[in-house]
């Protein structure tokens, strides 16, 4: 072009992609399957899992006795100690009446019994038992898809293991592949166990963005007392062997992916699938000590006149609403999401760069409260957004302690002149650490009280 007036220089500014480890989880498989200790695989529906299912093991012996079947295995059975109970399906048994589903324990390293009331006769044929870990995991897997198909859930196989030896190997994994999954349904056998405490005390930071679903009990749920990373349920007495309610749990909670035209909802109450209702009859005691403890527990809905399962009380181990961790982890995650990519777009903008001035702090302070603002309109916050440039800390906290700001989220920015005076080394090395956010996780009802007055007085 000869004549050509105009040049245009184009820069390129990409936004960010979504974050998606709020979405993660995974379902700990203790030898279960015929993946190599240490691997991950995805489910999108229940039926992915049966190509993974390890291969049942062989019995060379079998017998009744006085209601208890006695069952020798040919190798030792894998991952287990004596004295541990798992859920195992027999096949192939002749007479046919020793085959089905049951609860193993195990007696020594090649046998284990199981209760039988009726004697189905001499064996002549020994068929096969399915390994330790594999029915519970089945139960599992059935139980979160129960809820819906929407998230896919990865297995992961530590191997064969129990609750003595499971903590530890989740443990070192966790260690290896940091933040790949933001929650883990664990077996029940790890319950109370010296090894999940040791494994839940490395995240139980108001920053860890780690949750482990646990199955507990009365005797044991004080192994849990104030632990955020910790999502704890009761079942119900007689649940079923195809059941696991941790995991439909923990189905409900990676499975929010809120937006503005599909706000964020309580952890409590919501409705849960193909689980079991505690019943309430003779149980209110065990229930109150539950809710005091902040123990979770599937529970009906006939107060508010339906038939549905529903999830009383959604609260992590600390007593929040499992929501406000969630909403506490997903202003952490974006807010260094949204931070990092204004500084990375900025500086590869020549029309437009992110330089350290009053400017560039007034450009952080905008995204940090764009973010604020999708918060609430998400309904993961609650309150207003504002902005505000106190010069220190120290005189934001005083406000706040004097009530300024009610139901409000703030997003501080120290301007540059009072950052720079309080902390002269940081400029030359690029630290700006000026930025504060009070962010207010938006909850909902859980108790409601209305007082009613009956009289036969009228007012003429």
Request: charged fraction near 10%; hydrophobic fraction near 45%; charge should be negative.
């Amino acid at each position: 072009m000869p004549f050509q007036i105009v040049t245009e220089n184009v820069s390129l500014t990409v936004g960010a992609a979504p974050l998606t480890l709020q979405q993660t989880g995974a379902i700990v498989s203790q030898g279960g399957t015929n993946l190599a200790a240490g691997t991950t695989e995805m489910l999108t529906q229940a039926s992915d899992l049966t190509p993974y299912l390890a291969a049942p093991l062989a019995i060379n012996a079998l017998s009744w006795s006085s209601g208890l079947v006695t069952v020798g295995t040919t190798a030792a059975i894998p991952g287990v100690q004596t004295g541990d109970t798992f859920i195992t399906t027999l096949a192939g048994q002749t007479p046919a009446g020793y085959s089905g589903q049951v609860v193993g324990t195990v007696t020594g390293a090649n046998a284990f019994t199981f209760p039988l009331a009726s004697n189905p006769g001499a064996e002549t044929g020994f068929g096969t038992y399915t390994p330790p870990g594999q029915g519970e995991l089945l139960a599992a897997v059935a139980s979160y898809f129960g809820q819906g198909t929407s998230v896919a859930i990865e297995v992961l196989e530590l191997g064969p293991a129990d609750g003595v030896t499971g903590p530890a190997l989740l443990a070192s994994w966790i260690t290896s592949y940091p933040g790949i999954f933001y929650a883990y349904t664990v077996p029940r056998n790890w319950d109370g166990t010296s090894g999940i405490t040791s494994l839940i005390a490395g995240y139980a930071s108001q920053t860890s963005k780690v949750y482990f679903f646990v199955t507990t009990t009365p005797s044991t749920w004080s192994t849990y007392a104030g632990k955020k990373c910790v999502i704890a349920n009761i079942e119900a007495p007689g649940l079923p062997l195809t059941e696991f309610d941790a995991a439909a749990i923990m189905q409900e909670f990676i499975t929010n992916a809120p937006s503005a035209a599909n706000r964020m909802t309580p952890f409590a109450f919501r409705f849960l699938n193909g689980v079991t209702q505690y019943p309430t009859k003779g149980n209110a005691a065990t229930l109150a000590a539950a809710k005091a403890a902040f123990v979770n527990v599937v529970g009906n809905t006939a107060e508010g006149g339906l038939t549905n399962a529903a999830l009383y009380w959604g609260t992590t181990m600390d007593g929040n609403d499992a929501m406000f961790w969630w909403a506490a982890d997903w202003m952490q995650l974006n807010g260094d999401l949204v931070a990092a990519n204004a500084v990375l777009n900025g500086n590869n903008s020549g029309f437009n760069p992110l330089v350290y001035n009053q400017f560039g702090i007034d450009q952080l302070q905008d995204v940090e409260g764009a973010l604020v603002n999708t918060g609430i309109s998400y309904g993961i916050l609650n309150g207003a957004m504002q902005k505000t440039t106190y010069p220190s800390l120290a005189a934001l906290n005083q406000d706040l302690e004097n009530g300024a700001y009610p139901a409000t989220d703030i997003v501080n920015a120290i301007p540059f002149l009072n950052y720079t005076a309080a902390n002269p080394n940081d400029y030359g090395i690029g630290k700006y650490a000026g930025l504060a956010i009070v962010a207010i996780p938006q909850t909902g009802f859980k108790s409601i009280v209305i007082a009613i007055n009956i009289t036969n007085l009228l007012t003429l």
